[in-house]
Structures are given as C-alpha cells and as structure tokens.
C-alpha cells in the first residue's frame, strides 16, 4: 500500500501553543497537500507543496517537505478552539489521474 | 466558487437494498471525479476514478459490480452500492476536479454516511 502515515495518531494542547503533525510516505510524489476535516465532515485543503518545494507558509500554517526522508510536517502556531479537527497529508505520485494517496490522519484536540 | 455537493447527506437501508448516492460539482464542469470511503477514525480511501463518458478506474479490492459508477455528464456521478449489506456502512466521500482548473486540486463533497441494518 502506498498509504502514508502520519504521528502523531492524537495530539492534545492548549489554546495559543503550536500544534506540529509529520506525515511520512512510501515512493516519490509530485507533491504533497494538507487537509483538515472536521467530525463527520468533508475534506478542506489547506495547502500544497510541490516536490521541488522546501517549506511554505499559509497564514499560521508552516508546512515542510523533505524528499530525502520522505516526510513532511505542518506545524500550526497560535493555535485556537476552532482548530480542533483531523488533519491528514495526502501524496500524489504522478500518472495519469493524479489521483490522492491519504496518510492515516492525526486528530488535534485544542483545549480553550 | 468550486462547491461540490452530495446528496443525500446520510441514508439508512436494509440489508440487500441498493443505494444510489450523488454527487454534483455546483459551479464548474469536472471531466474527473474520484469516490472515496472513510471508516470511523480512519482515513480516506480511493475507491474509483469517475471520468465522464467512460468507464471508472478501480482501485485494486473494490469491487466494480458492487460499486457501480456513473459519470453521465460533467457535473454529475453518482455511486450506487448495490445489494449493501452491514459491512458497507462507511462515510463516502466524492471529490472533483475543474476541468479549466488546476489538475493537481480536488474539491470534496460534505460526505454521505451510510448505514446498513
């Protein structure tokens, strides 16, 4: 399987402290995206990274990206409330469709 | 700009019905479409690839005479999952892409939750 994975499973933190996921994957990709889902709810994307990319930024959002090591990160600063949600990266590998590869998610539990 | 909409939202059948859910892009034409399923606390996974006027791409183990996909026209597809049985109960979710937009974007449908009794 080509699924990523992504630590950590569950993360918990306060109001205002920065929140970071890592997502890891298997072969190389064309690019890297972040979404966010909230419960029972559809997919938001936050981001793209493109494989020639190092680090982009997005408001409070900072993602990385490390082809050599087959991971990326998205760090939250300042984090709210309103942030609580599951994250999840997602790899896409070239081809025809350029269909999205999902990594296993990481749910961010912001406590007010 | 760039909704996609699913409908219905959530349905609960019995045990060998079929269930046809849709999915519609609102506000641009989407010549690709892909179905996804989510089980509780897990992640997405790709089902099928629609294209419009010709046959879904599945995924290795979907079964395509159990997940059948239409994509009719370039703002609609729909999945019929057919004789459901209580395993199938998962939340689906459809995403499309622009035709006239980036390739490498999907936009995602608010999901349809399915329950099989």
């Known amino acids: 399987s080509q699924q990523g994975e992504e630590d950590p499973q569950a993360l918990s933190i306060q109001e205002g402290e920065n929140a970071t996921m890592n997502c890891s994957y298997k072969?190389?990709?064309?690019?890297l995206q972040w979404y966010r889902q909230n419960s029972g709810r559809g997919l938001v994307h936050l981001i793209l990274?493109?494989?020639?990319?190092r680090e982009k930024h997005s408001g409070r959002l900072r993602v990385t990206l490390d082809t050599s090591k087959k991971s990326s990160s998205l760090l939250i600063t300042a984090s709210r409330a309103a942030d609580t949600a599951s994250y999840f990266c997602?790899?896409?590998?070239?081809?025809?469709?350029?269909?999205?590869?999902f990594g296993t998610g990481t749910l961010l539990a912001v406590q007010p | 700009g760039a909704v996609v909409s699913q409908h219905p939202s959530w349905v609960i059948c019995k045990s060998g019905t079929s269930v046809k859910i849709e999915c519609r892009s609102l506000d641009f034409q989407a010549t690709t479409m892909f179905w996804y399923r989510q089980f509780p606390k897990q992640s997405l996974m790709l089902m099928a690839t629609s294209n419009e006027g010709s046959k879904a791409t599945y995924e290795q183990g979907v079964e395509k005479d159990k997940f059948l996909i239409n994509h009719a026209s370039l703002t609609l597809s729909t999945l019929t999952v057919t004789s459901a049985h209580p395993e199938d109960s998962s939340f689906y979710i459809c995403?499309?892409?622009?035709?006239?937009?980036?390739?490498?974007?999907?936009?995602f449908g608010p999901g349809t939750r399915l329950l099989v009794l």
């Open positions: 072969t190389s990709i064309n690019n």
């Open positions: 995403s499309a892409r622009d035709r006239q937009g980036s390739q490498e974007t999907q936009y």
């Open positions: 990274i493109r494989s020639n990319e």
């Open positions: 997602a790899t896409v590998h070239g081809g025809a469709t350029n269909k999205l590869i």
